[in-house]
């Protein structure tokens, strides 16, 4: 595609349920990232793949976090049990090699909002 | 922390000055990268400079690196209502990015 693409835009959600973010990478991009967003705040890393695998998932707050790229495109980030404080915006980034010299490019975020 | 600092953390200027946002980073990065966002939502893709880089040009962009000080520059120049927004750096030291906390710019028409 054009650019990463992430669904839902918006989603509201009872504490205690599970949600499924997805991010479509731009096409052939090797390396996608995740990161969380909370207002007034910069960008949180939370996990990054290098094709399958998730190659740094240090990010992640705890174990009801969880994100696969089962064929190394598509990327799901899976919450558990959520709670009020996982209210935020879901950022997902592509880019076509890790690191070095290469541009992160960003989709426009799921705003996850726990009620 | 790699996180470093943004400075400053607001910023309002009239229409048709200068811009200069600053980020300050702790231990060697590979790369920098400036965004821009707003109403909270994508982070668009501005410009990228490498450690070998001192400085980088994109329209009325110009990114300056100094890894001495280990600090990068973000100037705008001629502003317009139009750029206002949150400006962030995020600095790589391998494989993720770290973001500061950004500045946020107004630009009063």
């Known amino acids: 595609g054009a650019g990463v693409s992430q669904t839902p835009s918006n989603k509201v959600t009872e504490k205690g349920k599970y949600v499924e973010l997805r991010c479509d990478p731009i096409?052939?991009?090797?390396?996608l990232y995740w990161y969380r967003q909370s207002l007034g705040q910069g960008p949180e890393f939370l996990i990054y793949?290098?094709?399958?695998?998730?190659?740094?998932d240090s990010g992640l707050p705890n174990d009801r976090f969880f994100a696969v790229r089962p064929e190394g495109s598509v990327s799901t980030l899976k919450i558990q049990r959520t709670e009020r404080g996982d209210s935020a915006v879901y950022l997902c980034?592509?880019?076509?090699?890790?690191?070095?010299?290469?541009?992160?490019?960003f989709g426009q975020g799921t705003r996850l909002t726990v009620v | 922390s790699q996180q470093g600092e943004e400075d400053p953390q607001a910023l309002s200027i009239q229409e048709g000055e200068n811009a200069t946002m600053n980020c300050s980073y702790k231990?060697?990065?590979?790369?920098l990268q400036w965004y821009r966002q707003n109403s909270g939502r994508g982070l668009v893709h501005l410009i990228l400079?490498?450690?070998?880089?001192r400085e980088k040009h994109s329209g009325r962009l110009r990114v300056t690196l100094d890894t001495s000080k280990k600090s990068s520059s973000l100037l705008i120049t001629a502003s317009r209502a139009a750029d206002t927004a949150s400006y962030f750096c995020?600095?790589?030291?391998?494989?993720?990015?770290?973001f500061g906390p950004g500045t946020r710019l107004s630009v009063l028409p």
């Open positions: 980034a592509s880019s076509s090699a890790a690191g070095l010299g290469t541009e992160a490019f």
């Open positions: 096409s052939g991009h090797t390396a």
């Open positions: 793949f290098q094709g399958t695998g998730a190659a740094d």
């Open positions: 231990t060697s990065i590979n790369n």
């Open positions: 400079i490498r450690s070998n880089e």
């Open positions: 995020a600095k790589n030291y391998g494989q993720n990015f770290v």
